[in-house]
């Protein structure tokens, strides 16, 4: 072994230590962020903290990509008061998806949060879970029926007899499929196939 390979295998040691030494933190803080919660819980306070916390989870974890353990803060917070919070949650999730006015990164982000909380959420009553995903079939259906009508609107034949269309500057010919145009639609989806 030479002295380039030893010191090679103490950056990787170290290394190790050191996501040990964060890991350890990590679930410091997370011990610490779940007393607090049941802190509020006991006092009262959880419902009006919780609405911080969900506007923290809306403007920065929401659109964080691979935010790992951030969320599992908000989905204890539900799990303590899953009548207000629990569905609050699941709420606001599912108008972001279903809301136009934001960002295609932001409904996709929303359905995958959706679909992680409800599978988890054992606390929530099957008759809310069932109305949420009801709601996003009705959404995926509704979605296929427009996407058709426009397609039939504007089939026509090409130069070789075959059928194709242009859907929002999408060319899609014999059957040709691009699945970033509809990325809401299998977002939506997926929530229903996760649960």
């Known amino acids: 072994m030479e002295l380039d390979d030893m010191e090679e295998a103490s950056v990787v040691v170290n290394k190790k230590e050191d996501v040990h030494k964060y890991a350890e933190k990590l679930d410091s803080l997370m011990v610490m962020a779940f007393e607090h919660l049941n802190t509020c819980k006991s006092d009262g ?3 009006k903290i919780f ?6 989870f809306k403007m920065t974890v929401l659109n964080t990509y691979k935010s790992k353990f ?12 899953p009548k207000n919070c629990g569905k609050k949650f699941a709420k606001t999730l599912a108008s972001v998806f279903f809301d136009i006015s934001e960002p295609h990164i932001s409904r996709m982000s929303a ?10 959420a054992k606390f929530l009553e099957f008759e809310f879970v069932a109305d949420v995903l009801k709601s996003l079939v009705n959404w995926c259906v509704n979605y296929c029926q ?12 090409n130069f070789w007899g075959q ?5 929002n500057g999408i060319s899609m010919a014999a059957g040709g499929v691009n699945p970033k145009a509809h990325r809401l639609f299998y977002a939506g989806c997926q929530v229903n196939d996760l649960l």
Not at 111 to 120: E, I, T
Request: glycine share 0%; net charge neutral.
């Open 45 to 47: 306070r959880l419902e």
């Open 51 to 56: 609405d911080t916390l969900l506007w923290s």
């Open 70 to 81: 951030t969320q599992f803060v908000v989905f204890y917070a539900c799990s303590l008061d």
């Open 111 to 120: 359905a995958a949060y959706l679909a992680s909380y409800l599978a988890r």
């Open 146 to 157: 427009r996407f058709s009508a426009t397609v039939a609107n504007q089939t026509s034949l």
């Open 163 to 167: 059928r194709s269309f242009e859907n």
